[in-house]
């Protein structure tokens, strides 16, 4: 059986990587990285008062990462532009767009006879 503090310990570790990753060479850390470590050390005698919301912040960053995963894996046009993500619909389904002619392109402009 694991001791409170390697559980603690074990924990702060799961939630950090769970965040999204900060350069080596930043100086300061970010705010949440910050309020965690003090948090956990703040805590460590009353360790299980927090661990079990601790977990469940934990269990929603997991499945906040999994969404977006979800997300960016069957919405593949979510951030494109309209024009983009017309053109790729199009293609979906078996078809081309036009290609567009402007006057500066030297296509058939209106303006000349």
Known sequence: MATP??????????????????PILASPRA???????DNFQSTQTSADLHTAQAEQYLAYLRAQRTY?????????TIGMEEEE????SARRVGMNLPTEYSVEEGGEGQGKN
């Open 5 to 22: 503090g390697t559980t603690v310990r074990s924990l702060y570790r799961s939630l950090l990587r769970e965040l999204p990753p900060r």
């Open 31 to 37: 705010p949440l990285h910050q309020r965690l470590r």
């Open 68 to 76: 977006v995963t979800l997300l960016e894996r069957y919405n593949p």
């Open 85 to 88: 993500r017309v053109r790729l």
